[in-house]
């Protein structure tokens, strides 16, 4: 899930932008993690669409018997534009509010280069760190993953073949989509046949020499079970799985409100 970062946040500015006159859409999944059968984390993603803007929160929080190891409380959002499918971020930001740090990874996008806005600043961009120009056109974590379930990713019949550019304050890296057809998913929050992504990890820049994924790591795809909402305009992950480590990691949702 580091490839995601998927709740890793602190509330996205409120400075941003609204389609007040626009027809929002919003979802909210409320989902559990779990390694092997130990659950390890609870998570909250909330989005909102308007047809010009877009807004987003995350919150991960450990729980189960990861709870015993860590107190990790991380709180993001975002805020941008949207185009159809495509979305523009204005302003991302996250926060471990367990961390004694309380560093604040912010990303703005001026003219659509990804831009770090890190307080305190980290110790080192990675080795090399990411220049401007792999960081045009780049979005963030969780703007990718509000993408992905809009379509961004859709190409003629398939609904997952291409790749989209993420960066996360430090690390660039892609995420490579390839079509796993469907499959037939029951959760506690949805059942039906959903939509199977198979996510490739891709890292470009901003590592440390001791952070840069083995090959093992990047071998095996983040697969996604994505599910329709709103009569199908958007798709929303009611499972998510890596093989990455030991024994893995899954994701399952356990609750979604349309509004």
Known sequence: MAALAVPATAAADDAAVTDSA???QGVTVQYAGSVMVFQVANIVVSSQFADETYQASARFTAAGLAALFTDADIEAGV???REGEQ???WRYS???HASSKNRVVAIDFPEGVATPDIEPPFGS????PATDEERAGAADPLSTLLAMGLGAVERGTSHCDGTLP????????NLRFEDGGTDRVRTRAWTGDAVVCHAYYEPVSGYEADE???EDDISRPITFWMAPVHGGDIHVPVR???NAGFGGVTIVARSIAEH
């Open 240 to 242: 998510i799985r890596t």
């Open 79 to 81: 805020s941008g534009y």
């Open 87 to 89: 979305l523009q971020p």
């Open 125 to 128: 961009m990675g080795e090399p």
């Open 212 to 214: 840069f994924p083995t």
């Open 166 to 173: 993420v960066f996360d304050g430090r690390a660039r890296y």
């Open 22 to 24: 626009a027809t929002m």
């Open 94 to 96: 996250h926060l471990n």
